[in-house]
Each structure stands twice: as structure tokens, then as C-alpha cells.
């Protein structure tokens, strides 16, 4: 499709799609800690408790870089 071939196509939709994600659900995270006034100390505990995974998704992309090289 323009040019592009299937294989292409699916690691822009990883690459973007999945970064896109990641930013909304740092907002939904945002948007939930100021709904219930969590003050700094609670927002920082629940970017540290929900957003780990994202950590962890996005390290394992950073860590499957470096070994394949």
C-alpha cells in the first residue's frame, strides 16, 4: 500500500501507535491523581505504581535493540 510493504506498515503502527498509547495512558494517570487530589506525594505514588509498566514495556524494547545490535 503506497509503496510500503506489510512488514513497513506494522513497525510504524508499533513504533507510533504503541508511543501514542503509552503518552495517554501518562495522562489518564495525570488526569486520575488531580481528579483525586492526591497531592504531590500521591501523584508521585501512582506514576511510580502504574506507569512501571510502561517503564518496563518501554525497557524491554531499549534492552531488545542493544542485544540484536
Not at 29 to 57: D, N, Y
Request: charge should be positive; avoid cysteine; proline fraction near 0%.
Amino acid at each position: 500500500m503506497f509503496g510500503y510493504t506489510e512488514e513497513q506498515i506494522a513497525q510504524f503502527g508499533l513504533t507510533f501507535g504503541v508511543g501514542a498509547f503509552m503518552l495517554y495512558m501518562a495522562f489518564i494517570i495525570w488526569q486520575l491523581a488531580r481528579e483525586s487530589k492526591a497531592g504531590r506525594f500521591g501523584t508521585f505514588v501512582l506514576f511510580l505504581a502504574l506507569g512501571f509498566g510502561l517503564v518496563g514495556f518501554a525497557a524491554k524494547s531499549v534492552i531488545k535493540f542493544f542485544i540484536d545490535g
